[in-house]
């Protein structure tokens, strides 16, 4: 998908303000496909990307890499369709930067750049905290086709075999669960995205919601692997009391081996 046509219809809209820059981040659709089109404003220019939808999870899982540092921020080329796309880690007086340069198949090239933030790399985390609940809305909207389609499949079905329905029921036919639009709010981007680190590994806390309602996204990086959970908002205090208990437990644990060594006799400080 190298541009864009008239009658796109916007699904999603996310925004993200990262140091001077602003980062507007909208989900579409056309007859060709869903794509995420992400530009950068500053006060004297706009550039713009455009990914493909199966792109997204590949520029999470880039992120994912960037903001944990494990990859030495070597430089990348992801190529999707007809495009190419190249992530390059550069630093200047204000701090690190990634610089995204889309190259498509007729040599047009596309550039945005996206500042670390902070030394914990503020920017690239919330930059990668939109792009997750962007493709978790997009895989949301996906699993809604598939099922109203399943749905209308049984029904149809049914339709043909039930004697009841074929000569009583001539109402309208419901195709099943709808999701509701995903959430525009971006006032609470910068307070639920958390990132805490731990020996080698990384830990990404994103809270988010959907048709089911919110909940709590916690990912583990560790070099080149991602791996998630997702708990219910419902469950978050019984979540937090047990990983209390654990703390505590930890705790009691290390007193006892510490009382152990005083009581030893050949010990000696």
Same mark, same amino acid.
């Given at each position: 998908?190298?541009?864009?046509? !008239? !009658?796109?219809?916007?699904?999603? =809209?996310?925004?993200? &303000?990262?140091?001077? %820059?602003?980062?507007? @981040?909208?989900? +579409?659709? #056309?007859?060709?496909?869903?794509?995420?089109?992400?530009? *950068?404003?500053?006060?004297?220019?706009? =550039?713009?990307?455009? $990914?493909? *939808?199966?792109?997204?999870?590949?520029?999470?899982?880039?992120?994912?890499?960037?903001?944990?540092?494990?990859?030495? @921020?070597?430089?990348?080329?992801?190529?999707?369709?007809?495009?190419?796309?190249? @992530?390059?880690?550069? *630093?200047?007086?204000?701090?690190?930067?990634? %610089?995204?340069?889309?190259?498509?198949?007729?040599?047009?090239?596309?550039?945005?750049?996206?500042?670390?933030? #902070?030394?914990?790399?503020?920017?690239? $985390?919330?930059?990668?905290?939109?792009?997750?609940?962007?493709?978790?809305?997009? &895989?949301?909207?996906?699993?809604?086709?598939? #099922?109203? &389609? $399943?749905?209308?499949?049984?029904?149809? %079905?049914?339709? +043909?075999?039930?004697?009841? #329905?074929?000569?009583?029921?001539?109402?309208?036919?419901?195709? !099943?669960?709808?999701?509701?639009?995903?959430?525009?709010?971006? =006032?609470?981007?910068?307070?639920?995205?958390?990132?805490?680190?731990?020996?080698? +590994? +990384?830990?990404?806390?994103?809270?988010?919601?959907?048709?089911?309602? &919110?909940?709590?996204?916690?990912? *583990?990086?560790?070099?080149?692997?991602?791996?998630?959970?997702?708990?219910?908002?419902?469950?978050?205090?019984?979540?937090?009391?047990?990983?209390?208990?654990?703390?505590?437990?930890? %705790?009691?644990?290390?007193?006892?081996? =510490?009382?152990?060594?005083?009581?030893?006799?050949?010990?000696?400080?």
């Amino acid at each position: 998908m190298d541009g864009v046509t !008239g !009658g796109d219809v916007e699904l999603m =809209s996310k925004s993200l &303000q990262v140091e001077h %820059k602003l980062f507007y @981040f909208d989900l +579409k659709e #056309n007859p060709r496909g869903r794509y995420l089109k992400i530009s *950068e404003k500053t006060t004297t220019s706009r =550039s713009t990307i455009i $990914v493909p *939808e199966s792109g997204i999870v590949w520029f999470l899982d880039l992120f994912n890499l960037y903001s944990n540092g494990d990859d030495k @921020f070597e430089s990348k080329e992801l190529q999707m369709d007809t495009k190419v796309f190249y @992530f390059d880690v550069g *630093e200047n007086p204000r701090g690190r930067f990634l %610089k995204i340069s889309e190259v498509s198949a007729a040599s047009v090239r596309s550039t945005i750049i996206v500042p670390s933030g #902070n030394d914990a790399d503020e920017g690239w $985390v919330q930059f990668r905290h939109v792009l997750a609940e962007i493709h978790e809305a997009s &895989q949301m909207l996906l699993s809604s086709i598939e #099922n109203r &389609q $399943v749905s209308s499949q049984v029904l149809l %079905k049914f339709q +043909k075999s039930s004697p009841i #329905n074929a000569g009583f029921y001539d109402g309208p036919v419901r195709n !099943g669960p709808t999701v509701a639009p995903p959430s525009n709010d971006t =006032s609470r981007m910068s307070s639920t995205a958390r990132v805490l680190r731990a020996e080698q +590994k +990384k830990f990404f806390f994103d809270l988010g919601s959907n048709a089911r309602g &919110q909940y709590l996204r916690i990912s *583990e990086v560790i070099g080149g692997d991602r791996s998630a959970i997702i708990l219910p908002a419902s469950a978050l205090e019984q979540f937090h009391e047990t990983v209390g208990e654990f703390v505590e437990l930890l %705790k009691a644990q290390e007193q006892q081996v =510490s009382s152990a060594v005083l009581a030893d006799p050949g010990y000696t400080k």
